[in-house]
């Protein structure tokens, strides 16, 4: 079975610095997806950015951007330039694709606090 | 709507009781999953939906939890008997189609007494 780690259950920053938030993950695949989803005290999922394990490039999302480690099974969040509203819990989740079912596998979460 | 909607967004019950968590996904996404959110146990896949084939009911805890989705729109997760370790917030997602991210609702926090 797939496994998500992240080894880091608190961290903070400082507004306008940068930070990075760990994921491991264990998988004998080798196509899958990679996410790391945001969930501020609103409560709601929100979509930060996504990984295809097959593109060997790192994605972006403006501030956001992945450091993607195939072999070493490592996929960490950067975040620059951070922001009050960037306070929230972070969620590492794999992806398998599996005869059609496409479940997501998720982490334990960091605690993401960002300081004025 | 934009947005995958979810109802009601708090529901307290007492133990024993059938309770009934509805989800509309956002018009249009083929696939539809639940997922449960606790303490104890982080974020947890129940249940998934895509088109007309056979849901993947593998991640459901014991038979006391069942799901619908009826023409291949709205769900239903029902959970029967409730027990207090049932208490914890029930996310739906939908997604467009295969490797399409996952778009959440805002979730309803259940509360057994």
């Known amino acids: 079975a797939q496994t998500v780690t992240q080894s880091q259950p608190e961290m903070s920053v400082q507004e306008a610095e940068t930070v990075t938030l760990s994921c491991t993950y264990d998988?004998?695949?080798?196509?899958?997806?990679l996410f790391w989803y945001k969930q501020p005290p609103s409560r709601q999922m929100i979509l930060v950015i996504r990984?295809?394990?097959?593109?060997?490039q790192n994605a972006t999302e403006n501030r956001f951007s992945v450091n993607f480690q195939k072999a070493a099974k490592s996929f960490s969040l950067k975040i620059s330039d951070s922001q009050l509203g960037d306070t929230a819990m972070y969620f590492c989740?794999?992806?398998?694709?599996?005869?059609?079912?496409?479940?997501?596998?998720f982490g334990k979460g960091t605690k993401l606090t960002v300081n004025p | 709507g934009a947005g995958v909607s979810q109802s009601p967004s708090n529901k307290v019950t007492e133990k024993g009781k059938d309770v009934e968590l509805r989800c509309d996904p956002i018009s249009g996404h083929t696939a539809l999953y639940w997922y449960r959110q606790s303490l104890g146990q982080g974020l947890e896949f129940l249940i998934y939906?895509?088109?007309?084939?056979?849901?993947?009911k593998s991640g459901l805890p014991s038979d006391r939890f069942s799901a619908e989705r009826t023409g291949g729109s709205v769900s239903t997760l029902t959970i029967q008997r409730t027990q207090q370790e049932d208490s914890a917030v029930y996310l739906c997602?939908?997604?467009?189609?295969?490797?399409?991210?996952?778009?959440f609702g805002d979730g309803t926090r259940l509360s057994i007494l």
């Open positions: 989740a794999f992806m398998r694709v599996q005869g059609g079912s496409e479940k997501l596998v």
């Open positions: 998988t004998s695949e080798s196509n899958y997806y």
């Open positions: 997602a939908s997604s467009l189609r295969w490797g399409q991210p996952q778009h």
């Open positions: 939906f895509q088109g007309n084939s056979a849901p993947d």
């Open positions: 990984q295809e394990a097959y593109k060997q």
